[in-house]
Structures are given as C-alpha cells and as structure tokens.
C-alpha cells in the first residue's frame, strides 16, 4: 500500500465522514426534539436531485447548495406537519418520506440523469497548511463544505448546551407536558427541529452532488441517509461522540471502494479476489453490529435516549 493511497484513503474518510456528519446532526436535533425521522434517505435524495439541477441553472454551486437545504426543509416541513401537528405515526412517515422522496428524486431527475455538472465545489487549499506532509492534504485542503460542517457541529452543540433555545428543545424531547406548562410551544419547537434536521440532510444531499460524485443518478445516496440514523444512536445523542462515529463510518464508507486495490489478506483471503458486491455491504454490516452492541449495552444501564422521542403530543390528553 503506497503513501499516496494512504492518504487518499484519509482524505476520503474525511469526505465521507462530512457527508454522514452533516445528516446526522440534522436528525440529532430532530430527535433531541422528541421526533423521530426515519426519512432521511429520502431528504438527501432530494437534496442531490435539486442541488445539482440549481447547480446547471445558477452556475453557482452555494445557491445550489442552499438550495438543496431549502428544499430538505420543505420536505421536512411536510413530515412535521404529519407527525407533529396532526400527530401520525412517525415511524410510518418517516419511511414514507423515505420511499416517496427517493421516487419524486428519480422523476424529478430523470432528464438530468448523465448530464455534466456546469459547477462543483473545489478544494480550498489553506494557504501554508495545505503544503504540511500528509496533514495538510488530509484536512487543510478540503471542500468548503467541510469546514462549513464543522462549525455548524460547534454550533449546534452550543446551542443545545448553552442557550435557553437548547434547553427548551431538550425538555420537549423530555417531557412534552412539561414543556407546554413552562410556556414553550410544543409544536413550534418539534416543528422547527425537524425543518432545520430537513435542511442539513438536503444540504448533505447537494454535497453529494456536487462533489462526492459530482452528477445526478438514481439511487446515488446509495442507503447513507440510514447510516446518519443509525450515528445518532452511536453517538448517543451528543455532537461530540456524533463526530468521531462519523469518521468511523466515513473511514468504512471510503474503505469499501478501495479494498480491492490494497494488496491485503485477511484471514488467509486475498480481498482482491472478493466480490464488490460483497464489499460493498461492509459499511453496513459496520452499522449493524453498532447497533447490536450498543442495544446489549443498554439492557445494563438506563437509556440516554430522549424520554419523549417518536411520542406524539396532543394537548387535550396532557
């Protein structure tokens, strides 16, 4: 394995780990809220078709970017109304808006498909850092969209931690009645947690298409809106731990690819001689034994969940 394949490897997991990152801190703050959305595969899906249709309109790719956001919060918008106004299943709208945004996406984008990209984000290249051996390529000569997630991590965790905003989207996550009593609107709060959760998922959508493979195809989210849900639970709810899983996950999603050109045996097997198909479940598998791990894990301790997630308020039962 070269040194150059090394950090190839890095600097994808980076971009990877922003992609599944920038996601999963939307259904973080989702969730804290006491929501539970399922349908963040969905959301990206949609994110990537209209970021990159912007993208050939504008020429520009931060309106297409944004765009994107915009359109992950109407989408979002669609299932707070559903599961938090009018109080449905939000298991059952989630996956609705799962199945319903990944076929609009395809319809939306089924003239588009195969069409070069008329803008992409660039690497950046931070003058005097991106010339550090192997650190300065790794992360100081990145998409703007990195660093940009970054911040809105540090965000998002002052928010929740620090500000009187936080701690009211924490207690509805709590205990909804308590936080009806204190003044706060129950459905304001959860309302706007999941349009703003919808916004980063489009947002990370765009990132997709607009660098990561930068194009619209069918199914190019390729089940990482799942892996983002799934981060939440590693992360335990808290942006910090949030990260460090992202660049696991980031670090298994930019493994699979390669695998097969590392000149590796495990366990006596040559990878090069695996199929991809088989290779290209691993970051699944990963999200899977997380999950069971951290499942027999919380049979011994009590649940760091939010009391109230995926409960639906109505006042009148308060």
Do not use: C, K
């Amino acid at each position: 394995m070269s040194e150059a394949a090394l950090i190839g490897l890095f600097v994808a997991t980076v971009q990877f780990g922003t992609l599944v990152f920038l996601a999963a801190l939307g259904e973080l703050i989702a969730e804290r809220a006491g929501v539970l959305n399922l349908g963040v595969e969905g959301m990206m899906a949609m994110g990537a078709v209209s970021g990159f249709m912007v993208g050939l309109e504008t020429g520009s790719p931060w309106a297409a970017f944004f765009a994107a956001a915009a359109v992950g919060a109407l989408v979002g918008g669609f299932h707070a109304l559903v599961s938090v106004v009018l109080g449905a299943d939000q298991v059952v709208s989630g996956l609705a808006l799962t199945i319903g945004g990944l076929g609009l996406a395809a319809y939306v984008g089924r003239n588009v498909v195969g069409e070069r990209p008329e803008t992409q984000f660039t690497d950046l290249g931070i003058a005097g850092l991106a010339d550090i051996p192997w650190l300065g390529e790794i992360f100081f000569d990145q998409p703007p969209v990195v660093y940009l997630t970054v911040l809105l991590g540090l965000a998002v965790w002052f928010v929740m931690t620090r500000t009187r905003l936080g701690l009211a989207l924490r207690a509805v996550g709590e205990s909804a009645p308590t936080t009806d009593a204190a003044g706060h609107s129950v459905m304001a709060l959860r309302s706007a947690a999941v349009m703003v959760g919808g916004a980063f998922a489009g947002a990370a959508g765009a990132f997709l298409s607009l660098y990561m493979a930068p194009g619209w195809t069918e199914g190019m989210v390729a089940g990482r809106g799942w892996i983002a849900v799934a981060l939440v639970i590693f992360g335990a709810w808290r942006p910090g731990r949030l990260a460090l899983g992202a660049l696991l996950f980031g670090f298994t999603l930019a493994l699979q690819p390669r695998l097969q050109t590392f000149d590796i045996e495990i366990v006596g097997v040559d990878v090069s001689s695996i199929s991809p198909a088989l290779l290209g479940i691993l970051p699944f598998v990963l999200t899977v034994v997380v999950l069971i791990i951290i499942s027999w894990r919380a049979r011994h301790r009590p649940s760091v969940a939010p009391a109230a997630l995926g409960i639906a308020y109505r006042r009148e039962e308060r």
